[in-house]
């Protein structure tokens, strides 16, 4: 039998697959064909493979050569099949150790001169490998960085494609090149802004920390000036830092999202993009492939949408299934691709189209018909999964320059650090790790129910209507948060009521 077998990962979204690349030599006319459910970039491979071998002096067979990608049925796109098809390819001209071969997974793209380019998605790949028991991957050299992120296996950054047939075992001379630079943008956020900064928003300071201590989603309208974008941005800063898990789920989808991964970055990412991005550029998708959208890159942190009713409503209403999922399925003709959503959802809007609607000492001119279709876009199902709905108003000159007001984030995180512990402490032996995931029927009947005299305010309410159900859990699950907090065992009354005003403005 003349097949040589070695492995590559095929990438559905942050879901990685190994891909088995068989190669078999047969006596017929002269063909170079792959098989196997590719795209454009793999057919385009046979090329670049021919080109590569013959500038790195490895000599292909003058044979039928078909390579097969298997399994066939699943699709497989891009270019980061080309080092494991050339490599298959050369197994019986070089002699390579088919041993090696197939204990090995490949990764990268070739250019014609042998060099290896970086590819996106090489620390899911790898991840996929580990986890598959591979004793080693083989990446172009800008992506060793990000691959070897990943525990429990070897990783061999190469620089040619000639390096890597050496390290199978072919006797080829090795040239000095220079290694392909990661042309991509390299992963380096920022420093989350100081909570300090935030001055004469007592109330509204008290309610970010909740957000956080619990995993609320939070929805702040005001005038312009009143500090919403502010607060929203120094959310991040006062989050716990992400575990190894989180972590690395977070640097996969950059590293899918084509950014240069180069370590794991502890701070909960923020996502805000513009109110003209579109239904795509928010959920992910694409005509040439799955990407992630914003909904995805926000996955473990922030999504924030500034302008919220200068969204379409559409747009805004494709977030209601992340919400409650934490995940979302894009659909394609002959694919899905699955990704994270567990995000926290944080909208900013202003009262009316000019922003002074209510606004004391401003003149709002928008007609009431304006001012109803501008809040119209935030929908009563989207808002129903909104735990905190806040009113900002403009700090005055004398509430700004009282210090008292002023928190920092070390100590907001300090506080939310410890509210969380609490909440896990509580919710051992449960499938949740914050309030705010826990099931309602769990809240409403579980062992930790608040008795009925506490929940008499919220019972009210949904009975006159003024609450959904879903509305209902989720004012329990910021009681809990504030209770956590204040380092109570369960809600009490002033919980409840301090919740129930946090979601509707209801004054107990």
């Known amino acids: 039998m003349n097949v040589a077998r070695t492995w590559s990962v095929a990438l559905l979204g942050v879901d990685a697959t190994l891909v088995e690349v068989e190669a078999d030599v047969s006596a017929q006319t002269p063909e170079f064909r792959i098989i196997g459910l590719g795209d454009r970039a793999l057919s385009e491979a046979v090329q670049r493979v021919h080109n590569a071998c013959a500038n790195s002096a490895l000599p292909l ?110 006797d080829v001379a090795v ?120 909904i995805a890159r926000a996955s473990e942190g922030i999504l924030f949408l500034d302008e919220a009713g ?63 279709r501008y809040i119209g876009r935030l929908s009563g199902p989207l808002r129903d999964r909104v735990d905190i709905e806040l009113q900002l108003r403009r700090v005055s000159r004398a509430r700004g320059h009282d210090p008292g007001d002023r928190v920092s984030s070390a100590d907001a995180r300090a506080q939310v650090v410890a509210a969380r512990a609490r909440a896990e402490r509580r919710l051992r032996g449960t499938p949740w790790r914050r309030n705010a995931e826990v099931a309602g029927a769990w809240l409403r009947e579980g062992p930790v129910s608040p008795p009925p005299e506490v929940r008499r305010p919220l019972d009210a309410a949904l009975e006159r209507g003024a609450l959904t159900l879903r509305g209902y859990d989720r004012v329990l699950r910021v009681a809990w948060t504030l209770a956590d907090l204040a380092e109570r065992d369960r809600p009490n009354a002033h919980d409840i009521g301090r919740a129930l005003f946090l979601k509707k403005g209801i004054e107990t």
């Open 310 to 372: 200068e969204f379409p409503a559409s747009v805004l209403d494709a977030l209601r299934q992340p919400l409650e999922r934490g995940w979302i399925d894009i659909h394609r003709a002959g694919m899905s691709a699955r990704f994270p959503a567990r995000f926290q959802l944080v909208l900013a809007t202003n009262p009316c189209p000019c922003g002074n609607y209510g606004v004391r000492g401003a003149t709002c001119e928008c007609p009431p018909m304006a001012i109803r």
């Open 61 to 170: 067979p003058r044979r039928r050569l078909t390579v097969n990608l298997s399994p066939a049925s699943l699709p497989k796109h891009g270019s980061g099949f080309d080092l494991a098809v050339a490599i298959a390819a050369l197994a019986g001209e070089c002699g390579l150790r088919r041993d090696s071969l197939a204990d090995t997974v490949h990764l990268g793209e070739l250019g014609l001169d042998g060099r290896l380019r970086p590819v996106p998605g090489v620390l899911p790949a790898a991840l996929a490998a580990a986890r598959a028991g591979r004793a080693r991957i083989v990446v172009p050299h800008a992506n060793l960085a990000e691959a070897s992120l990943v525990p429990d296996i070897e990783v061999v950054g190469a620089v040619t494609l000639a390096e890597v047939a050496r390290l199978h075992g072919a």
């Open 175 to 294: 040239p000095e090149r220079e290694p392909v630079r990661h042309g991509m943008t390299v992963d380096d956020p920022a420093p989350a802004p100081e909570l300090a900064d935030v001055v004469g928003q007592r109330e509204a300071v008290a309610a970010l920390i909740a957000v956080a201590a619990g995993g609320h989603h939070l929805l702040m309208s005001g005038p312009p000036g009143a500090g919403k974008t502010m607060l929203a941005h120094r959310l991040p800063g006062i989050l716990p830092e992400l575990d190894d898990r989180a972590a690395l789920a977070v640097a996969a989808v950059r590293s899918v999202s084509g950014v240069a991964v180069t370590a794991l970055s502890r701070l909960p990412p923020i996502e805000a993009p513009h109110h003209s991005a579109s239904m795509v550029a928010l959920v992910g998708g694409g005509s040439r492939g799955i990407r992630p959208g914003a």
